[in-house]
């Protein structure tokens, strides 16, 4: 049994050798095959020196150039929005302008109606004329007053006190320092804060009517808004202004009663030799007068949106034959309507006059 046995582990033994010999033979074959089969190689692009030099540059010109342009760019993005920026702010102070010329153009008549009776009663008029007392036109004055705003009330009762006219305290030639206390207060409700700083909107000027002679019927205000950028390099700060008149009822001026000479309210005053009849918008138009040989006279104009700025108007002096004539270009934005220019001479005598204004189509 014990040698059957033993036979038994080395016929076991022997197997297991064959079969190891088996798989040697298996790999040995494979081997062989595959070294046998040819082999595919794929040409390999290798980099010279030169090439991967270009290279770094062509990234290193491409970094340059953005380090160039996006600072270009961004500027220029940035003065875009400042551009629509200050056109927002230019839009909202002409509307501001505007929106107070109106409102302050409405309370103009009930001002004006305190001289109308001072005056009439103290030119001593002929018997049964109208004559108020200055303590009646005081209390009258002091329960209107209360229905304004401030500062329009108190120069209703100072007018009612001292017989004086209140709107002419302040010019234009008053300096801004004096025109802000007194005119922004008046501009507070029609600010828009949303888009302008109040301490930055300023009065640069305001032309009132007379209210006690019943000339030149047009209230104008003048605004300016400093910018919060400062001019590059030197520092000085940057203004939009906005300008406004309207026309106010204040009675009857005397306006257009004579439509072919104009209506001169003095001595000396200048006589209307022709006017455009009609002005055409877009084309010049001429304006002669007759006054004094070598005297000086002067032009205003005054369309829907208040006096003109064009060009060639103003001061001008009169020849030998004592003729002035004026020569201005009519301006595209102009209104169609009648109109009325004012020559005053150096007297002070003044010539309203009328014209109208036409387009061509």
């Known amino acids: 049994m014990d040698k059957q046995h033993q036979q038994e582990k080395i016929l076991a033994r022997l197997q297991k050798r064959l079969t190891r010999v088996r798989r040697l033979e298996r790999l040995k074959s494979l081997t062989e095959q595959i070294h046998s089969t040819p082999k595919v190689r794929f040409p390999i692009k290798e980099c010279s020196p030169k090439k991967t030099g270009s290279s770094e540059k062509e990234i290193g010109s491409i970094v340059l150039e953005a380090s160039l ?9 940035m003065f875009l929005i400042y551009i629509v920026q200050m056109t927002l702010v230019s839009t909202a102070l002409q509307s501001t302008a505007g929106e107070a010329v109106k409102q302050l153009s409405t309370q103009i008549y009930p001002i004006s109606l305190v001289f109308t009776p001072s005056d009439s009663a103290g030119s001593g008029g002929s018997e049964g004329g109208w004559k108020i007392p200055e303590l009646s036109l005081t209390e009258w004055a002091e329960e209107y007053a209360s229905s304004l705003p401030e500062p ?44 302008l700083d109040v301490e930055r909107v300023h009065v640069n000027g305001i032309s009132i009517p007379d209210l006690k002679n019943k000339t030149t019927p047009y209230f104008r205000l003048e605004l300016s808004y400093e910018l919060p950028v400062k001019v590059p390099f030197l520092g000085k700060p940057l203004r939009i202004q906005a300008a406004a008149s309207e026309r106010v009822w204040i ?28 002005a055409y918008i877009g084309n010049n138009a001429t304006i002669k ?14 369309y829907k949106s208040g006096e003109s700025s064009a060009k060639h108007i103003g001061w001008a002096t009169a020849d030998e034959n004592g003729v002035i004539e004026w020569n201005w270009f009519v301006g595209t934005r102009t209104t169609e309507g009648t109109w009325t220019f004012v020559v005053e001479t150096a007297d002070g005598a003044k010539t309203v006059t009328e014209f109208n204004v036409a387009s061509r189509n």
Do not use: C, H, M, Y
Not at 69 to 77: N, R
Not at 157 to 181: H, W
Not at 289 to 302: D, Q
């Open 251 to 278: 009675g009857d001026t005397g306006e257009g009663s004579n439509s072919s000479g104009g209506d001169a309210d003095t001595a000396g005053a200048a006589t209307v030799l022709s006017k455009p009849e009609p």
């Open 152 to 195: 329009l009330s108190d120069w209703v009762r100072a007018a009612a006190a001292r017989g004086e006219q209140p709107l002419q305290e302040i010019k234009t030639s008053v300096l801004e320092t004096v025109l802000d206390p007194t005119i922004k207060p008046l501009l507070k409700p029609f600010i828009n804060t949303s888009l």
């Open 69 to 77: 342009v996006l600072p270009v760019f961004l500027f220029f993005v």
């Open 289 to 302: 007068v007759k006054v004094e040989p070598g005297a000086t006279a002067n032009l205003t104009i005054f």
